[in-house]
Structure formats: structure tokens, C-alpha cells
């Protein structure tokens, strides 16, 4: 029961308190924040959520093995390597899975598995479960949460451009720079919703 405690806190913390894209800015592409449909940002978000999932479960054992045996320069370079490696080996092995497998499934997600898979949301996600020194369960969970909450951030940013759609925006405003702004703006709810202090 306490596993699944943890499981469901690190989890529910990587999606609302640290928000890939409010709190860590990860994944923030034009091309992720300006999709505008639902049906493709739940695609690309089930990709990446599978990916970083599925390398967190690849990778976490040898970033176990790695903690002890390297010094601390040599280490981080090993980490990221390893964890760069075990996203490649995963894509590849979902890109072959679905293409021989499932090729309905592979028609619909080709485009985007490879922007899902190496995207920074993805990386960052798993570098910072693996630096928190996380057990097998906690990385996994960050690793699925912060899917999920990249997923539901994207969806909230659409929504949010639908209604700024309807409003009258200043010319030079419109697009990116005022969904930059929306973007700012929830990310500063966010933060002050979990507590953090802007500096002074």
C-alpha cells in the first residue's frame, strides 16, 4: 500500500507541481504549443508519455549502476548518454513494434513519435527523476506523470487559443506572442499555487 502511496504522489506531483511546460518550460516548441487539434495532441501526448514511461523502466537500472561506480563529472555525461540511448532504443523498438505489428497504429503515429520521443519534455522529465536519486517506482511514476501533465498542458494552451481566437487581440499580439503570454501567465498561477517565491 505504501508503494502505491508514493506511486500516486510522485505522479500527481509531476503533473500539477512540476508541470513540464509551467514550471520547467520543457517541450515548449511552436510546433507542440500551436497543434490545434485535440485527437493529434492526444496522440502525441500517449506517445510521449509511453516513451518516457517505457526508457524510465530501460534506463533506471543502469542509472543505478552508474551512481556508484563513476566519479561525479564522468557520471553525469554517463547518465545522459544512458538515458539519451535508452529513448533511442525505445523509439526504434516502438517504430518497429507498430510498423509490423500494428500498422494502422503506425499510420497515425509516424509523424509524431519521433517529435514525442525526442522531445525535451521527454529527456528532461527522466534526467530530473534520475538526479532525484528516485527508486524504480517513484522514476516511473514521474516519468508517466509528467507525461500526462505535458498532455494536459498542451490541451489547456489549445483551449486557451480557441477563446483568445474569439477575443479581439491587437494586431501585433496575435499567434505566438500572445500565446506566449498565456503561457507566462498560467505558469505564474502554477507557481503560485505550489508556493515558490519569484526572486525580488
Not at 73 to 95: E, F, K, N, P, S
Not at 132 to 155: C, N, R
Amino acid at each position: 500500500m505504501n508503494l502505491l502511496n508514493d506511486f500516486l504522489l510522485i505522479v500527481l506531483s509531476a503533473i500539477v507541481l512540476q508541470n513540464a511546460i509551467f514550471t520547467r518550460g520543457f517541450g515548449a516548441s511552436r510546433g507542440s504549443l500551436m497543434r490545434t487539434s485535440s485527437r493529434k495532441i492526444l496522440q502525441f501526448g500517449c506517445a510521449l508519455t509511453v516513451v518516457a514511461t517505457v526508457a524510465a523502466l530501460l534506463v533506471w537500472p543502469v542509472q543505478l549502476l552508474l551512481r556508484d561506480r563513476l566519479e561525479a563529472d564522468v557520471q553525469l555525461i554517463a547518465r545522459y548518454a544512458a538515458t539519451l540511448a535508452g529513448i533511442c532504443i525505445v523509439y526504434i523498438a516502438i517504430w518497429l513494434l507498430t510498423k509490423y505489428c500494428f500498422p494502422i497504429i503506425h499510420y497515425d503515429i509516424r509523424g509524431l513519435l519521433s517529435n514525442a520521443a525526442f522531445n525535451s519534455a521527454t529527456l528532461g522529465s527522466l534526467l530530473i527523476a534520475f538526479s532525484g536519486g528516485y527508486g524504480l517506482i517513484q522514476t516511473v511514476g514521474f516519468a508517466l506523470g509528467s507525461g500526462i501533465g505535458y498532455t494536459l498542458a498542451v490541451l489547456l494552451l489549445c483551449e486557451g487559443r480557441r477563446r483568445i481566437a474569439l477575443s479581439d487581440v491587437p494586431r501585433a499580439f496575435r499567434g505566438v506572442p500572445v500565446m506566449l503570454l498565456y503561457a507566462g501567465i498560467l505558469s505564474l498561477a502554477i507557481y503560485g499555487l505550489i508556493g515558490h517565491q519569484l526572486p525580488t
